[in-house]
């Protein structure tokens, strides 16, 4: 078995032992990248000089005394998380020669337990995006199928994971970034409670509900990986002062006493009938492992995607502003006045699907259309939180599918952006309500495209998430295949 | 025809703390051009604002001293419009939950006091500056401003003239230096005020067209700009005008009112939640603990300076009318307690000396208050004389030195020894044989004469009463 195949917890224990180095494993990585990239292209930057450096530092601090667990493991960066004297795009032009001379929280998290930082992963520009096609710099391909979408927008997270171009990385999802590539990659995704992680040099999409989470090749990685960047941040006031938990501590086996609800809303018309079988397929085996099943109902599941495609848009084209050419990122240096500055300079730096979304928020939040759209979208988000409240008193985790279709062939849905915003119809509920969502895969279509089961919980419930997903893991048969590359 | 003036006030006042409000950042004055900025309020991607609570506290403090209710649950909101010197695009401002509403002060104008009311007070983040090199040409951008906290007070439309809005606008000033939330410095800016101006005929309900009126940096532009304007409108009116509403800048050299170009345009601020900021909860406890720590307010120091150190009204109000100035009155009165006596020579000598001298305030000003208590001092103990003191004291302006130096250096004591007064009363004697015979014949107004002498040879050291009372003998023989 190559290294670069390695999951966190079983380099981490041959590290430990003193089998191999930090800094074979990242060369190993890197040859693994050297020899696949061209197909998957998941990179954006690679960061071959500094993370060798960082593997040595690893490799020096393990022999020195006793390590955190990600010490030494080669971890791959969604490109929207700022990594100091690292270039961070955000998959845009406007961005394109950005270095940050700062850390993201996340990073300076890792940086701390010795992780090696190999470099910053493709995504949709701006996160924007089911299927990381809106990237300015190409989008990465579906490493089981290189003609599909690897879903987005942490496409690139999700291709180096099932790619093994990294060990594993981390994504952002701000209406499923994380659980829908993560599905269709067939790799396991986290998106953590809304504050449990701190958006300190991420940059924002929609401020109320990005969120950092891990993208593993299996649930006991994400319960490490989660472990080494949670906690309260004093930098993000919307961080939550509520202690973390060892997540570790879920990965227990047995289902006894746990409710698993099934939103019958979740399995409407317009869900493929290969996703429902696998997904069927994964609830039997929670059932196995001794979970009780029951129906459950989030009437409201329908608007989540109307009132998502105004808060998102609304707070993007706020956020959006700073990019105005003026003291960082593209600048035309034509431009013969102010205004000709910011129109000339946003025009060329921006794709087209950020310009739509800034136009639709711009517009949703004007004079005269405030209440009949941002307004009744934050309304609509508390009938969802509602929903969830009330399901949550009648079961501990609700068990469903990520996205209602397996990924789709490269540029298939360009023409048709409205039917790519609604295949997120089953992942943006959780980002609305603030909820935990992860994505654990399931099986896979006649096609051998990856499917995922979706499993969300109430606030701060991770370990419940993190506990069934373990035990859907363990009793299912697919977990070594993996994707027949380079 | 008769008009009525309607004006109302937005007053911008930057609060005095050591932090910007959403970042770490000093808000000292002066720095050189984005020396004091970081990658939060440089709006570098991904970072995050974290609110300074002391914003909060100070909002308080001018909530309970403006009689307005505070607001339990503040949010904070974006106001959005592009400038090269709003960094993110966006203002972090209050938008429907301010927190301060409904408050009011009272003001005096000629004997006749009124009531203001405070429509709300919010807090906000203040802009950058942009440096206009116009023979480049090029514009600069200097964020060190940008993100010093700002107070926005706006005032309902009850001020009724120019004079009411400068009483208005003195009041807050006085306000928010007692309440020690804001240095007043109105040329610095970090006490500004913008106004709206509309006429109205006497009696009619609905209001005219409104202009606004900028950049008035001291009272007296206040009132001259005001006045300029009301002017314009009722010219206009007369003339069967329309008065067109837009924003004019005060122009204190011409004159006159411009009207502005470029950026203030109607503006669709797409006021909306700022999401990275989590709403700031004002419980009871918080109101009471900043109540207690209330400081001494304008009215109730003016009232203590009547009813416990004995000053007249007027000079209450004079010397309270500043909180500098009191503190400048009381800190002299440390060294020299009479009250009367020293209220009298801040008034008089003190306030010549700052008059129509620019940039001058009793903030700045030279003598300070424990040297010019101890100048009193020696006048009353007779070291010199009253005449001297004033010498000693412009003196005092002019080299920073305290007034025994001066006496000392200059040898300025007065002379009060009998024998060295009298053997000059002698020779002056001596020297007038005219006016002495004058005087012997009757024309006692010559004492006058003979003591100005006196004066004149001593260079203004000999003890006035003293010779006074020698001449009077002297001349009797
Ligand atoms: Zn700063």
Redesign the pocket.
């Known amino acids: 078995m190559k290294l670069s195949q390695l999951t966190i917890h079983e380099a981490s224990d041959l590290l430990t032992k003193g089998d191999i180095s930090s800094v074979e494993l990242t060369t190993d990585v890197f040859s693994r990248i050297d020899q696949i990239e061209d197909q998957v292209k998941a990179y954006i930057t690679q960061n071959r000089e500094p993370a060798l450096q960082q593997a040595e530092a690893a490799d020096q601090a393990r022999r020195d005394g006793e390590v955190a667990p990600l010490c030494g493991i080669p971890l791959a960066i969604k490109d929207v998380i700022c990594t100091k004297g690292l270039t961070t795009t955000a998959g845009s032009r406007i961005l394109e020669n950005f270095t940050p001379p700062y850390d993201a929280t996340v990073m300076e998290k890792l940086q701390a337990q010795g992780a090696v930082c190999l470099g910053k992963v493709s995504m949709d520009e701006f996160a924007m995006g089911s299927g990381n096609e809106n990237c300015a710099f190409g989008t990465p391909k579906n490493p089981w199928s290189l003609d599909h979408i690897c879903g987005g927008s942490s496409g690139g997270s999700a291709a180096a994971v099932a790619a093994d171009e990294c060990l594993a990385s981390l994504g952002s999802d701000t209406g499923g970034s994380i659980r829908q590539p993560a599905s269709h990659c067939g790799v396991v995704g986290i998106k953590p409670t809304y504050g449990r992680v701190s958006r300190f040099g991420l940059l924002a999409f929609a401020s109320s509900l990005d969120q950092i989470g891990p993208l593993s090749k299996d649930v006991t990685d994400a319960a490490l990986l989660l472990n080494g960047i949670c906690g309260h941040d004093p930098r993000d006031s919307t961080s939550a002062a509520q202690k973390s938990e060892d997540y570790l501590a879920a990965l227990q086996d047995g289902l006894s006493g746990l409710t698993v609800g099934i939103p019958q809303e979740y399995f409407g018309p317009g869900l493929n009938s290969e996703v429902e079988t696998a997904v069927r397929h994964g609830i039997d085996l929670l059932v196995e492992a001794g979970a009780t099943i029951k129906e459950v109902s989030l009437p409201h599941t329908e608007y989540g995607v109307a009132a998502y495609y105004i808060i998102a848009p609304a707070e993007a084209s706020s956020n959006l502003a700073r990019y105005d050419g003026v003291r960082y990122g593209h600048r035309n240096s034509d431009a013969d006045s102010l205004i000709d500055l910011y129109r000339r300079s946003r025009s060329e730096g921006f794709g087209d699907e950020v310009k739509r979304r800034i136009l639709i928020g711009t517009y949703a939040l004007s004079s005269g259309y405030y209440d009949a759209y941002y307004k009744k979208a934050s309304q609509v988000r508390t009938l969802i939180v509602n929903d969830y409240t009330e399901a949550f008193s009648q079961c501990d985790v609700l068990a469903s599918p990520v996205s209602p279709i397996p990924a789709w062939k490269i540029g298939e849905k360009a023409s048709d952006p409205l039917s790519v915003y609604l295949s997120d119809l089953l992942t943006i509920p959780a980002n609305l309500a603030g909820i935990p969502g992860m994505s654990v895969p399931c099986g896979f279509s006649s096609t051998g495209l990856p499917i995922g089961l979706q499993l969300q919980a109430g606030h701060f419930q991770e370990a419940t998430l993190i506990k069934t997903a373990y035990n859907l893991e363990q009793r299912l048969e697919i977990t070594n295949k993996k994707p027949a590359l380079g | 025809m008769e008009f009525e003036i309607v004006i109302g006030l937005e007053i911008h006042a930057q609060m005095k703390t050591k932090s910007?409000i959403f970042?770490?950042?000093t808000t000292e004055f002066g720095r050189p051009p984005n020396s004091n900025?970081?990658p939060?309020?440089l709006a570098m991607p991904g970072v995050l604002p974290v609110l300074n609570k002391q914003v909060v506290e100070f909002g308080i403090r001018l909530g309970l001293a403006t009689n307005s209710q505070i607001t339990r649950t503040n949010q904070f909101a974006r106001k959005n419009y592009f400038y090269p010197d709003l960094p993110k695009g966006y203002q972090i401002s209050q938008f429907d939950l301010p927190i301060c509403e409904h408050g009011h002060v009272d003001i005096e104008v000629d004997g006749t006091s009124s009531r203001i009311g405070l429509t709300r007070i919010h807090m906000e983040e203040d802009a950058g500056k942009l440096v206009h090199d116009d023979s480049a040409p090029k514009s600069y951008v200097d964020l060190n401003r940008a993100?010093t906290p700002l107070l926005e007070i706006v005032s309902e439309p009850d001020i009724r003239s120019p004079e009411q809005a400068v009483a208005y606008l003195r009041k807050l000033h006085a306000i928010v230096t007692y309440l020690n939330i804001c240095d007043g410095n109105m040329q610095e800016g970090s006490f500004r005020c913008d106004a709206n101006i509309s006429l109205r005929p006497m009696g009619q309900e609905e209001l005219g067209t409104r202009t606004e009126l900028k950049n008035m940096n001291s009272f007296r532009n206040v009132q001259r700009g005001l006045e300029y304007e009301v002017r314009r409108q009722r010219d206009i009116l007369l003339d069967g005008g329309a008065v067109v509403q837009q924003t004019l800048l005060w122009d204190p050299d011409k004159n006159q009112t411009n009207a502005m170009r470029g950026k203030e345009e109607a503006h669709d601020y797409r006021y909306f939640p700022d999401p990275d900021l989590v709403p700031v909860v004002i419980d009871d406890e918080w109101i009471a603990r900043v109540e207690e720590s209330l400081p001494e307010l304008p009215e109730q120091r003016c009232q203590r300076f009547q009813d416990k150190i004995g000053l007249s009204a007027d000079a209450a109000t004079i010397l309270t009318s500043e909180r500098a100035l009191a503190d400048y009155f009381e800190g002299a009165m440390a060294v020299y307690p009479n009250a009367k006596k020293l209220a009298n020579w801040i008034m008089t000598e003190v306030m010549r000396e700052m008059k129509g001298k620019e940039g001058m305030s009793i903030a700045t000003f030279p003598v300070s208050p424990k040297d010019l208590g101890g100048l009193l001092a020696i006048m009353d103990k007779g070291t010199i004389s009253g005449k001297i003191a004033k010498t000693v004291f412009e003196e005092m302006i002019a080299s920073g030195k305290d007034s025994e130096t001066i006496v000392k250096e200059k040898n300025l004591v007065q002379v009060s020894d009998e024998g060295e007064i009298l053997q000059m009363v002698q020779e002056i004697i001596a020297a007038n044989p005219d006016q002495v015979g004058q005087f012997k014949e009757g024309k006692t107004k010559l004492m006058g004469f003979f003591v100005g002498q006196l004066m004149k040879a001593s260079k203004g050291k000999a003890n006035p009463k003293m010779a006074n009372q020698l001449f009077g003998k002297e001349l009797k023989k």
């Open positions: 910007k970042c770490n950042c900025t970081c939060v309020c993100g």
